[in-house]
């Protein structure tokens, strides 16, 4: 009985947390994979005017086999890739840069963050009439600016390419979020006790093997971290795409944009799908990281 009014406090204060949690996240996840099972292809369904039956995985079989659904996960594939290498790096050589104070360092920062404080839909806008596909004479954006460099060479048809197309989309991505990778390494350069290079400077190191056996293992947490971070954030891209691109054009499409489609057309059973296999790749991503943050935490 003591035990239980230990207990009892706490629960009534989680509680409200928990049901809403319950309800809005685990319910609905729940309600999305019960209509990803059924064959509610139509507005008669949708509307409930027509009955649904329930069909198991054949959503799922159908839509994995599809070529256009194949695209838009290798499409993910692409876009993911390059836009987590090119954050990282650039992320990192930029913190990697300002390691040290220098002068103007404050107002360099600002400039360089700036661009998270930006919507995605509205840098979208701007990036595309930037990466505008049009050359020669009607050339604009980066192809008019290439055009009058003289390097003509690099006038490409940028989102509008039907295989690498999702790769010049991960370029404002790119622009971005780097910022924010060069925010992350750049307070864990600072977090670094000075002790610890003066100890390795007394012992001989020099400057690149203080970095390379001293610092850069301190910050491979927050590595992880980011790649985490900018791993989620790219493989459930939208607004960035829709902005540039369109639902319709087939050369960027992801899973995102082919759930819009099959939703706005009435198909919620498909739409559902295409959210739960996005779920389970996002989970692929974040559970290993949870899982090994939490054993870390454990083992302390």
Same mark, same amino acid.
């Given at each position: ?17 928990? @049901? #809403? ?9 729940? %309600? ?5 099972? +059924? ?9 409930? *005017?027509?009955?649904? &039956? ?11 086999? +599809? ?10 594939? !692409? ?55 049009? *050359? /020669? ?12 460099? /003289? ?13 690498? /197309? ?6 404002? %991505?790119?622009? *971005? ?18 002790? !610890? $290079?003066? %100890?390795? $400077?007394?012992?001989? =190191? ?11 293992? *301190?910050? &491979?947490?927050? =590595?992880?971290? =980011?790649? #985490? ?10 607004? !960035?795409?829709?902005? @540039? ?15 819009? #489609? ?18 389970? @790749?996002?989970?692929?991503? @974040? ?14």
């Amino acid at each position: 009985m003591n035990g239980i009014r230990k207990v009892w406090p706490p629960l009534l204060l989680l509680a409200p947390s928990l @049901i #809403v949690l319950g309800v809005f996240v685990y319910g609905l996840i729940a %309600a999305n994979f019960t209509t990803s099972m +059924t064959d509610n292809h139509t507005a008669a369904q949708a509307t409930g *005017q027509q009955p649904t &039956a329930f069909v198991g995985l054949d959503n799922y079989v159908a839509l994995l086999a +599809t070529s256009d659904f194949q695209h838009s996960l290798m499409n993910l594939l !692409l876009f993911t890739g390059v836009f987590l290498v090119g954050a990282m790096v650039m992320g990192f050589m930029w913190a990697w840069i300002l390691e040290r104070p220098a002068r103007g360092e404050g107002l360099f920062r600002a400039i360089y963050l700036f661009p998270m404080a930006v919507s995605f839909v509205a840098s979208g806008v701007v990036w595309r009439w930037l990466l505008n596909s049009n *050359q /020669g004479e009607n050339a604009s954006g980066l192809n008019r600016l290439f055009q009058m460099v /003289g390097l003509d060479v690099l006038q490409n048809n940028w989102w509008n390419n039907i295989t690498f /197309g999702i790769v010049a989309i991960a370029i404002p %991505a790119i622009w *971005q979020l780097s910022g924010y990778v060069m925010a992350l390494f750049l307070a864990g350069f600072r977090g670094i006790p000075d002790e !610890l $290079r003066e %100890a390795a $400077r007394m012992d001989g =190191a020099t400057e690149w093997q203080l970095y390379r056996y001293v610092l850069f293992p *301190q910050l &491979a947490p927050i =590595a992880l971290s =980011a790649l #985490v971070i900018i791993g989620h954030m790219s493989l459930k891209s939208f607004d !960035l795409i829709m902005s @540039i691109s369109k639902a319709a054009n087939y050369q960027t499409k992801v899973p995102a944009v082919d759930m819009f #489609v099959f939703k706005s057309s009435f198909d919620y059973a498909n739409s559902a799908a295409v959210g739960m296999v996005l779920l389970v @790749i996002v989970a692929v991503v @974040i559970v290993p990281y949870l899982w090994w943050t939490n054993r870390k935490e454990n083992t302390r």
